[in-house]
């Protein structure tokens, strides 16, 4: 099953949640060495990554994560969703392209 996400800009949640948005390869700043280490581990998620103790149970639940069948299977099933979802979005855009000329 398939949801739209519609987003309400107005809407204040006041949960104290922040966006932040890393560049792995990115040269502007000074992060703290804390943030660097999560960056260089998202980019490769091995153990010869893990630096901290935050890190290294995050290691330990991508790794239960990965080795789930049920996890990989449902991975699959919402990757080849999405893939036919962007060849219809594309024949689609095709198609208005066609009738507009």
């Not at 792995?24 to 000074?30: A, L």
């Not at 060495?33 to 893990?50: C, G, K």
């Not at 935050?54 to 893939?83: C, F, P, Q, T, W």
Request: proline share 3%; with cysteine; aromatic share 6%.
């Amino acid at each position: 099953m398939l949801y739209d996400c519609v987003e309400e800009p107005d809407l204040l949640y006041e949960d104290g949640a922040r966006t932040i948005f890393l560049y792995t390869n990115g040269t502007e700043g000074i992060p703290p060495e804390a943030l660097r280490q999560l960056a260089r581990y998202m980019e490769h998620s091995t153990a010869e990554n893990v630096k901290s103790e935050e890190l290294a149970r995050l290691h330990e639940m991508v790794m239960n994560i990965k080795s789930d069948r049920e996890v990989g299977l449902a991975y699959m099933k919402a990757y080849e969703a999405e893939k036919r979802i962007r060849k219809k979005e594309q024949r689609e855009r095709r198609k208005e392209k066609q009738k507009e000329r």
